[in-house]
C-alpha cells in the first residue's frame, strides 16, 4: 500500500506471526501493530485506541499540510517583501520574490545572505538602527512593531523601506521574520 502512495492507516492486527514480520510490516509503512493474543476486552481496546489516534495522526498530518501549502501561497505571492532572518550565526533563510524585487536581486541570493550581504542591502546610517532592532527581537524583547530605513538596492540606488517584523520559530529556532514595503514613492 506505501509504495502505491496509499496513506490510509494501516494497523497489522494479529493473533500469529512473529516479532520479525511485525517489524518489517512497520518498516514498510504500518501505522501500528496490534497482537490479538490475551484478554478480548484489553485487546479489542488496544485496537480501538490504536485505530482512533492513528485516524487522528493522519488527519491533523493532512490538515498542516493543507495549512503550510495555504501559507506558502500567501507568502510566494505577496505583495510585500517578506525574509527571515536567523543569528548564530546571523544571516537571511528565506526570502520571497517581492523582496527581490524592492532590492534587485534574485530571492534566492537575498535568502542565502550572511550578515556582509545583509548590510549591504542597508544605507550606512541606518545598518546600527536595524541591527540593534534585530538583536532586540531575537532576544524576545518588546520594540516597535514597524520602522523606515534607507535600503540600498544591488544597482547602488537608495530606495526608502518601511519594516514591521517580529519574532517567530523557523525550522526549530528562534528567527525573526520581516516585512518590507518601497516607500520610496512617498
Known sequence: MRGQN?????VLFTGKGREEVAVKALNLGADRYINKIGNPETVYGELSDALIKTIERKTSKKL?????SKYRKLVENSLLGIAI???SPTRSVFANSAMGKIFGYAPEEIGDFSIEGISKT???????????RLKKLSEGKNIESSCEFRGIRKDGSTIWVELSSSPIEYNGRLAVQGMFLDITKR
Open 6 to 10: 496509499n496513506e490510509i492507516p494501516f
Open 64 to 68: 498542516h499540510a493543507e495549512s503550510e
Open 85 to 87: 532572518i536567523q543569528s
Open 122 to 132: 542597508i544605507h550606512p546610517d541606518d545598518r546600527e538602527k536595524l541591527f540593534n
